[in-house]
């Protein structure tokens, strides 16, 4: 699916990662999501 747009080394690191949810924020830093997909969360949930 996306497995194929990682560098090896984003891969050894996700398939090393224990915690999920450290390893969905590796995953989709690693696809090249901007950053304010990160931090808008909390402008999002007081609406």
Do not use: I, Q
Request: aromatic fraction near 8%.
């Amino acid at each position: 699916m996306f497995w194929n747009k990682l560098a090896p080394g984003t891969l050894a690191r996700l398939a090393g990662e224990r915690n999920l949810f450290t390893r969905d924020l590796l995953l989709k830093r690693g696809l090249g999501l901007p950053p304010a997909v990160f931090t808008r969360g909390n402008v999002l949930l007081a609406e």
